[in-house]
């Protein structure tokens, strides 16, 4: 097949994971009349943005920019692009947002030339181990216009560099500092500076960060993220809410020991705006704290609790009769939460979209009852190692929460064949995790399969799964992009053939332990799934350099890793033949 036959939906892909080599081998398509209408109509598929280059080196940064597309954004995080590279996108006149996460080999040099000619506004140089003060120096005077910085994680920067840039970028509106070892107080002071800040995220390994480092205050902050903080106690927050009274978004998860019921009441006193908290893993919060929040956070819709394990019914109590706009609600591992707690959450919640009670061994079915009758809009349930779950709990399910997206039942042993019949009616279910449910077998399957929406399927340890279950997914839920049939043992052959002719859009496979699977099986996957990314066959000891062969010879190949741990007739010879790209785990 020539590139003149090749469809725009195949260029689209082409675009997402050619190396650089390949895409210079396009140029000279680009001059074909032919051609060049199914590129520029692949860029445009992408609306004008091809975020993500999974591949993308020196070269082909040169081969974007000579050509530009219009690009607004673009993600080259983890890429090995250096500083020659991004000269070359100096040439991208449109170009706003610019990710260069984990990038290694960029200096100051490359990042400032660049920004001297684009006027960019938002730029993430998290984990950019060459990020420096001197960096940021040069940042300022380069990109004034620039509203979103992340640098998390940059250990180099210390409060001299953020301090030159809060003068030079006035108009930024967020800034990620988390993890910046050598930011302090006098950092915290300077950011105060910029007038139009609204979201700001740092953690304790920012340096010191109480109550002094808030006393002017960031009167415009809408959104604050403060984790891993030993600091942050009543005095801070109380500081922080009365000198931010606009905060509507508060991070402070895993501040273990010191966020107490008192941080949470200067909170609840200060902020009566706030519609999101996360304060999970804070280990003293009780339920005097959730009262607190219950009598100031009216508006609060977004509330995570996750491995607050002091909290009890009564806690839901208090959200029930307080904050009655909940919609997203997390309360994993809270072990003294039971049925009553459930109800008493769930019949003043009605507009709750996602909830999550995973790791609960008191909850039964009596919990899933009261939430199909009060929470009808709910969309993700999370219900992973709620032990005494069973097929009763997911009729209820089924008969009241008929927009029921996403359900994790990993874990939950009393789950079998008659569950998934009950499940078989949410005809909007895109993912589904069965982990661990060992008693399904190809019988339920085959009743899930009329779920025609599922997306995502896990089924990871699911013994007594076959060919002939497989068969059925693969029949019934044709918009698979995600299996994962982990320890699988009786699935052979049969079954992965059954994949690649019915689920042409599969992504993700796992078929780690599936031990009957063979060459045969794999080459079937690299005929009949083209968009195949990540594969992982460990333990799969029958496979051979021949699968290899295979998989290499995909056209067009979107592979990005693979996994031949354990598979003992795969030669090292084989690997190294494989194209560099590829992410190959042995």
Not at 108 to 124: I, K, N, P, W
Not at 180 to 190: D, K, L, N, R
Request: with cysteine; proline share 3%.
């Amino acid at each position: 097949m020539g590139l003149f036959d090749v469809p725009e939906d195949a260029i689209t892909y082409m675009l997402y994971f050619l190396g650089a080599l390949e895409l210079s081998c396009l140029d000279s398509a680009l001059c074909n009349k032919e051609v060049r209408p199914m590129l520029l109509s692949a860029f445009r598929l992408l609306n004008c943005d091809p975020q993500i280059f999974p591949f993308m080196s020196d070269a082909g940064l040169d081969w974007l920019g000579k050509r530009s597309f219009g690009i607004k954004r673009l993600h080259l995080g983890g890429q090995s692009v250096t500083d020659s590279g991004l000269f070359h996108l100096s040439k991208l006149s449109k170009l706003a947002t610019l990710v260069l996460s984990s990038c290694q080999n960029i200096t100051a040099v490359g990042l400032c030339h660049v920004l001297q000619y684009l006027e960019m506004t938002d730029l993430d140089i998290s984990q950019c181990a060459q990020i420096t003060d001197d960096c940021l120096s040069d940042l300022s005077n380069a990109c004034p216009t620039l509203t979103v910085l992340n640098l998390a994680l940059c250990t180099n920067i210390t409060s001299a560099g953020i301090q030159t840039l809060a003068k030079g970028c006035p108009r930024l509106t967020s800034v990620n500092i988390i993890g910046c070892s050598g930011v302090c107080v006098a950092a915290m002071e300077a950011l105060q500076t910029c007038q139009h800040l609204t979201t700001v995220l740092c953690s304790d390994r920012c340096g010191k960060l109480d109550a002094i480092s808030w006393q002017s205050g960031f009167p415009l902050l809408t959104a604050l993220t403060i984790m891993n903080s030993t600091l942050l106690n009543a005095n801070a927050v109380k500081c922080i809410s009365a000198t931010c009274p606009l905060l509507s978004k508060v991070n402070f998860s895993w501040n273990n020991m010191c966020l107490t019921d008192l941080c949470l009441e200067a909170l609840a006193q200060h902020c009566p705006d706030i519609t999101s908290l996360l304060i999970g893993h804070c280990v003293q919060v009780t339920d005097i704290g959730i009262q607190y929040l219950s009598q100031g956070l009216r508006q609060l819709m977004t509330l995570n609790v996750a491995y607050c394990k002091n909290l009890t019914d009564r806690a839901m109590d208090y959200l029930g009769e307080g904050c009655p706009q909940l919609k997203n609600v997390n309360l994993a591992a809270c072990p003294l939460l039971s049925d009553a707690g459930v109800l008493a959450l769930t019949k003043c919640c009605p507009a709750m979209i996602t909830l999550n009670i995973a790791e609960n061994d008191i909850i039964t079915n009596f919990s899933l009852q009261h939430i199909a009758m009060g929470c009808p809009q709910l969309k993700s349930l999370m219900l992973c190692g709620c032990v005494n779950i069973s097929n009763q709990g997911l009729q209820f399910l089924a008969q009241g929460c008929r927009q029921l997206m996403i359900l994790n039942l990993a874990k939950c042993r009393n789950v079998t064949d008659d569950g998934l019949r009950y499940l078989a009616e949410c005809s909007d279910l895109v993912t589904l995790n069965l982990h661990k449910c060992v008693d399904i077998t190809d019988i339920g399957l085959e009743a899930l399969s009329q779920c025609k929406e599922m997306t995502t399927l896990y089924l990871p340890a699911c013994k007594n799964t076959t060919d002939r279950g497989v068969k059925a997914i693969s029949q019934g839920m044709k918009k698979l992009t995600s299996l994962y049939l982990t320890e699988c043992y009786k699935v052979t052959d049969v079954g992965v053939q059954c994949l690649a002719e019915n689920c042409h859009g599969l992504v993700t496979l796992y078929l780690p332990g599936c031990l009957r699977v063979t060459d045969q099986g794999v080459h079937a996957l690299s005929r009949g799934c083209l968009q195949l990314a990540m594969l992982c066959v460990a333990g799969c000891y029958k496979l051979t350099d021949l699968s290899m062969t295979y998989l290499s010879e995909m056209t067009p190949s979107s592979i990005q890793s693979i996994n031949v741990a354990r598979c003992p007739n795969i030669s090292a010879t084989s690997l190294l033949g494989l194209p560099r790209r590829w992410n190959v785990k042995r």
